[in-house]
């Protein structure tokens, strides 16, 4: 039974930046959870996130001492002590939406005070990390919540086999940010494939992500996300290890998440991408020395003007004071209801015209800041901007119910596009083929020599702006997975699987074909699956004993 409340699970969320509001309001809107905590060093991010979800829910300004941390070890720290002094848990899960570099030390941290824990996509930014989380997660014991786990839960390691086999050792709820399994139109491209078998078995897929221009710029050149990490890995892990799931999800995963039959892995991952335009040797030559839109000659006639994007499209024109503005400007939706659409733009042009001298600024330092006005050609991006990933199967050897023979999947990550972030592919199968993008699905047989287009559950205008209705679909299984645990209704184990519907295992190994994948870049090779996937289980094996 829940050591919280019976009827409505309580949730702490980390990160009060656009991923944890983005849960926030899906998990309030939803479900019957309750945002009880929210733990972020930004004072002002801190204090707007409470007022929306939490205590100004009461009417209240300010938080009590269990509902605001500047950080998660503030949190970690003072429900460490409530532990020991036999207190009950403060919240039944957690919702870790912070920076990608900081997700495998804060889910270590969380694993002995017994919480389920929702973790935003990329798992971790090292596969040795992933691996960890892995080990650390399956080897918890029973009654986490009074004991701490230790540095030698890293040191078992199990080949991947079957759902059954990982899920039937969780004690608590996991999940992760794959918002694609979550959307209505996946789910329903899924069953037709899987479940309906509507064009018999999958022989080929092509499944693009168009990034759009203006968006890579805004978080892979000047944004968060515009460094590799030190092994190399970057666009393809933080960008777009969500897609690579939703294939092996197509793919890989059995057609019923109750199934005990085991995924069918892949045999080889390549991969090929360059940085393709963000780099000095497109600057154009009218922009001579500048470095910042502000003061660039060349300003005018370039599509990548941050007073363009910023200013012209987004404050002036569709007056939206949400992404990416507020990622500019955090405040500027404070700014406008105070002070009016002119000061914002004072603000913003302010914060647009920030610039640095590399010359007079340390690696580190330029690393943790964005500059939103810098050339797209002049900044310290490093990550690919057009990438292709080919997977491919060989036929499952063996009798299994549904034959499974061998596929090949291609996925083209790309950014100069008018869509943005809306997939699209095709998938062909031995009796027909299937197109899709992300509004609309149509099913080509060839038994009957014509094509259906299958309706997709109409949503409102705020969850089509959450990766198609996926933020919501995945913030309520995991709020009714811990509900249902919490409350007594299910085991951990069919909870996970009926709500949740992705074990930690598939997880990990999806995570790990991103990994391949860089490695074929970067080294330019044909990577065999499961002979990399055992070596780098073993050489983790041995560094953690």
């Known amino acids: 039974m829940s050591s919280t409340n019976t009827t409505s699970p309580r949730f702490l969320i980390i990160g009060a930046g656009s991923r944890g509001s983005a849960y926030a309001k899906a998990v309030l809107s939803t479900t019957n959870g309750v945002i009880a905590a929210v733990a972020e060093p930004d004072p002002f991010k801190r204090k707007e996130f409470g007022q929306k979800y939490i205590w100004g829910l009461r009417e209240v300004f300010e938080p009590s001492p269990d509902e605001s941390f500047v950080g998660w070890e503030e949190w970690v720290e003072r429900e460490t002590n409530r532990l020991a002094n036999g207190t009950k848990r403060s919240v039944d899960g957690v919702f870790i939406c912070t920076l990608d570099h900081t997700h495998a030390d804060i889910v270590r941290a969380v694993v002995p005070l017994g919480v389920h824990m929702m973790c935003e996509k990329p798992l971790a930014l090292s596969l040795s990390d992933c691996l960890s989380i892995q080990a650390c997660l399956k080897q918890s014991p029973p009654d986490i919540s009074s004991q701490h786990s230790s540095d030698s839960d890293a040191a078992s390691l199990t080949t991947p086999q ?73 666009s393809l892990l933080t960008k777009s290890c969500h897609d690579i799931d939703f294939i092996m999800w197509l793919l890989c995963s059995p057609a019923d998440s109750d199934s005990a039959q085991p995924p069918h892995l892949p045999s080889t991952v390549t991969s090929s991408g360059h940085l393709t335009h963000f780099k ?8 001579g020395d500048a470095t910042n839109c ?18 012209d499209r987004w404050l002036r024109k569709e007056q939206d004071t949400g992404w990416p503005l507020k990622i500019v400007v955090p405040e500027i939706e404070d700014i406008v209801r105070d002070s009016g659409w002119d000061k914002a733009e004072q603000v913003l042009l302010e914060k647009l015209g920030e610039d640095y001298d590399r010359n007079s600024i340390t690696d580190q330092a330029l690393a943790a800041k964005n500059f939103f006005g810098r050339c797209v050609y002049e900044s310290d991006n490093n990550v690919v901007d057009t990438q292709s990933v080919t997977i491919t199967w060989d036929e499952e050897p063996g009798n299994t119910d549904i034959y499974r023979g061998p596929k090949t999947a291609i996925f083209n990550m790309t950014y100069p596009t008018q869509a943005q972030c809306e997939r699209r592919g095709h998938i062909y199968g031995t009796a027909g083929e299937i197109s899709y993008d992300s509004r609309s699905i149509t099913v080509y047989k060839f038994a009957e020599d014509k094509a259906v287009q299958y309706p997709i559950p109409k949503q409102s205008p705020e969850e089509l702006k959450s990766h198609g209705g996926g933020d919501f679909g995945l913030a309520k299984g995991f709020v009714q997975a811990v509900d249902a645990v919490e409350n007594g209704v299910m085991n951990v ?44 289980r073993r050489i983790l094996e041995k560094v953690s004993k």
């Not at 502000?294 to 200013?311: G, Q, T, V, W």
């Not at 184990?493 to 598939?506: I, M, N, P, S, W």
């Open 162 to 234: 079957s759902s059954t086999e990982v899920t039937s050792q969780a004690t608590k709820i996991f999940s992760i940010g794959h918002v694609l399994r979550y959307s209505p139109h996946n789910i329903i491209l899924r069953r037709l494939l899987l479940q309906d078998r509507a064009i018999g078995s999958v022989v080929s897929l092509e499944h693009t992500e168009p990034i759009g221009w203006w968006h890579f710029s805004h978080s892979y050149v000047r944004g968060n996300w515009r460094r590799a990490t030190p092994e190399g890995v970057g």
């Open 493 to 536: 184990d069919k909870a996970q699987r009926k709500f949740v519907g992705c074990t930690l295992e598939e997880c990990v190994v999806s995570h790990g074909i991103v990994f391949a994948a860089e490695e074929a870049r970067m080294e330019r090779k044909v990577v065999d699956w499961q002979a990399w996937w055992e070596q780098k």
């Open 294 to 311: 502000l003061a660039c000659p060349a300003e005018p006639e370039c599509n990548f003007s941050a007073k363009k994007i910023y200013r």
């Open 280 to 287: 000095r040797a497109r600057k154009p030559i009218k922009a």
